[in-house]
Nanobody, 116 residues
Framework: QVQVVESGGGLVQPGGSLRLSCAAS?????????MSWYRQVPGKQRELVAT???????NYADSVKGRFTISRDNAKNTVYVQMNSLEPEDTAVYYC?????????WGQGTQVTVSS
C-alpha cells in the first residue's frame, strides 16, 4: 500500500523551531522526481513551501528562505523540513507531496501552530 505520512507538527512559540517529517513508501520514494512541503490555511489556496529533487537540489518560497531547510534521507525514505524562527504567519496545515512520473501522492497533513 502506497503511503505518505507526515509527522512533527505542534504548537510552538514565535521564534521557536519544529522539524516535520514525511515518510513515503519505498515504492514511490525511489522513483519520485521531487518531494515537497506545502501549507494551507482555511480560506486560502495551498502554497508551496519547499521542494527537494531526487538529485538533492532545493527551492524555497520567498517567505521561508533563510528560515526553513528541506532535506532527505534516502535510507529512511523520508524528507524533512527544519523550520526555525517560526512566525505566527507560518501557522497552517503542512502537507507532503511526492511527485512521481504518473501521479502525485499527498499525506494527510500535520498542523503547525505558532502562538504565544
Amino acid at each position: 500500500q502506497v503511503q505518505v505520512v507526515e509527522s512533527g507538527g505542534g504548537l510552538v512559540q514565535p521564534g521557536g523551531s519544529l522539524r516535520l517529517s514525511c515518510a513515503a513508501s519505498g515504492s514511490i520514494f525511489s522513483i519520485a522526481t521531487t518531494m515537497s512541503w506545502y501549507r494551507q490555511v482555511p480560506g486560502k489556496q495551498r502554497e508551496l513551501v519547499a521542494t527537494i529533487s531526487n538529485r538533492g537540489s532545493t527551492n524555497y518560497a520567498d517567505s521561508v528562505k533563510g528560515r526553513f531547510t528541506i532535506s532527505r534521507d534516502n535510507a529512511k525514505n523520508t524528507v524533512y523540513v527544519q523550520m526555525n524562527s517560526l512566525e505566527p504567519e507560518d501557522t497552517a496545515v503542512y502537507y507532503c507531496n511526492t511527485k512521481t512520473p504518473w501521479r502525485d501522492y499527498w499525506g494527510q497533513g500535520t498542523q503547525v501552530t505558532v502562538s504565544s
